[in-house]
């Protein structure tokens, strides 16, 4: 192996996008968020709650649904 300097060389200069650096968005950015913020409205959602405690159908229901539903196909 050469006998190499570990340090490299190619570090970008910190001196680069001087314009950027002035302000953390630009006006740009400001509108994209806009557009992001109007196309990603916030949802309510209405969540079925079992007796129980639980998210509507419980394992309880859902197993007592299957029995029904078997036992309806039977007939
Ligand atoms: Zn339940």
Do not use: I, N, T
């Amino acid at each position: 192996m050469p006998d190499r300097p570990d340090e490299c060389p190619a570090d970008p200069p910190a001196q680069a996008l001087p314009e950027q650096r002035h302000r953390l968005v630009s006006d740009q950015d400001v509108e994209d968020a806009d557009d992001v913020l109007f196309a990603h409205p916030p949802r309510v959602v209405r969540r079925w709650l079992c007796e129980c405690g639980v998210d509507y159908p419980c394992a309880d229901v859902r197993f007592a649904l299957l029995v029904k539903s078997s036992a309806e196909a039977g007939e």
